[in-house]
């Protein structure tokens, strides 16, 4: 499964770490960079989703037919393959499509036309996030990105380690040495719009059943092309043919990964911050709306019943009632605001206001209370 991901890497790093040897020569060639075919930029984000328009490598081919077929450019494509026979928005077919599983390419409606077209490609990015099922039942699942492993004294989520030095850190004798973006084997389509013409590129990521080093995060993973023969046997379709092309693709065994901030969980949050370790045993700082409710609930506290008032002129009875009975609803909502406050802050390990764990226990408080509450209207104060 692959819904998110880091893709954040400027055209000109992306076509010197992508850069191949060509026409069997001793040198490197860079990638070259086109623009997408509907004139869409390229959505840099570090909370990377479907329907943005992220760098795509591809055989230049596909774009000119004269172009030799081990010849690569990168163009920006929309993530989500459109279905060819959808008309309308392209993002209203109301299917989803960012992912492919590998199991069922080849008898696809949808995939097994661009797949045996040749319509292979290779998705760009810095990494993908993945959420780890919690351990404990209520629990909230914790957030990961996985990457590749980064050359020695260089950090992809760090750019102050090497963007200042793209020029020692490309060269045509020895290719790319800097931040090494992750590779997905992908299929992508073109789509023709009924109603104005224009032209969109999508794409798909395939998917397949993760490594037993990877599934203790989750089940599936995308397809990852490791190396530069892996890269070059799935983009080269004219040698390379369907079936044995999808029978190279294994799930990845070389990967690395650390927990991140669970504000990665929201499409709307962006900011470099997403894709920094965090420490999963240090207590997860409250949120504005959640340090709002602690400070309420800390404030919270029982109302007092003053007993004299049980002492009054006979006809002044029905005013006394429900002056008391105001002083005992008092005590029970004051009990139930310090047993909230008490359960919240035992729970502020999460980011919520209300805590998921927290939720059967306030659900038990809140039925407790109007039970007490009905009991309480029902027989009075009898005796008082």
């Known amino acids: 499964m692959c819904g998110r991901t880091a893709c954040t890497l400027a055209p000109d790093v992306l076509c010197k770490a992508c850069s191949y040897k060509k026409n069997k020569s001793d040198e490197y060639t860079q990638v070259e960079w086109r623009s997408s075919s509907d004139g869409k930029e390229y959505n840099q984000a570090f909370n990377f989703v479907p329907t943005f328009y992220g760098p795509v490598m591809i055989s230049k081919r596909h774009l000119d037919a004269n172009a030799p ?13 459109i279905p060819r026979w959808h008309k309308g ?13 590998i199991e069922g390419l080849t008898e696809s409606r949808l995939y097994k036309d661009p797949l045996f077209k040749g319509q292979r490609c290779a998705v760009l990015c810095e990494g993908f996030y993945e959420w780890k099922q919690p351990e404990n039942k209520g629990g909230s699942k914790q957030p990961y990105i996985i990457y590749f492993p980064q050359p020695e004294g260089i950090s992809i989520f760090e750019p102050e380690t090497w963007k200042d030095r793209l020029g020692e850190l ?10 090494k973006p992750l590779t997905f084997a992908g299929l992508f389509d073109v789509w023709k719009s009924p109603e104005d013409g224009s032209i969109i590129y999508s794409y798909s990521v395939i998917t397949m059943d993760s490594c037993p080093a990877f599934s203790w995060i989750h089940e599936r993973m995308p397809a990852i092309l ?17 079936q044995e092309a ?25 900011g470099s911050h997403l894709t920094k370790a965090i420490d999963l045993n240090k207590p997860k700082p409250l949120s504005a709306s959640g340090k709002f409710m602690a400070n309420w609930l800390g404030k919270a506290s029982p109302a007092k019943i003053d007993k004299s ?21 008092d005590i029970l909502i004051g009990k139930s605001l310090q047993l909230f406050g008490s359960i919240y802050r035992g729970n502020q390990a999460s980011d919520a206001c209300y805590p998921p764990r927290a939720s059967k ?10 039970r007490e509450m009905l009991v309480f209207n029902r027989r009075g104060l009898q005796g008082c």
Do not use: F
Not at 69 to 81: A, L, N, T, Y
Not at 173 to 178: A, L
Not at 313 to 327: A, F, H, N, T, Y
């Open 69 to 81: 077929v081990e010849d690569r450019v990168i163009q920006p494509m929309m993530w989500g393959i």
């Open 89 to 101: 928005s392209p993002t209203k077919h109301k299917m989803t499509t960012n992912n492919c599983r």
């Open 170 to 179: 490309w060269s045509k004798e020895n290719g790319w040495k800097g931040p």
């Open 226 to 242: 490791e190396t530069e023969d892996d890269v070059n046997s799935w983009l080269d379709y004219t040698h390379v043919p369907a």
């Open 246 to 270: 999808i029978s190279k693709l294994k799930a990845s065994t070389i990967l690395t990964c650390h927990p991140v901030s669970a504000d990665v969980n929201y499409a709307r949050n962006e």
């Open 309 to 329: 008032s049980c002492v009054s002129p006979p006809k002044e009875g029905v005013k006394r009632q429900l002056s008391i009975k105001d002083s005992v609803q």
């Open 361 to 370: 226990q306030l659900i038990n408080v809140y039925v407790m209370l109007s």
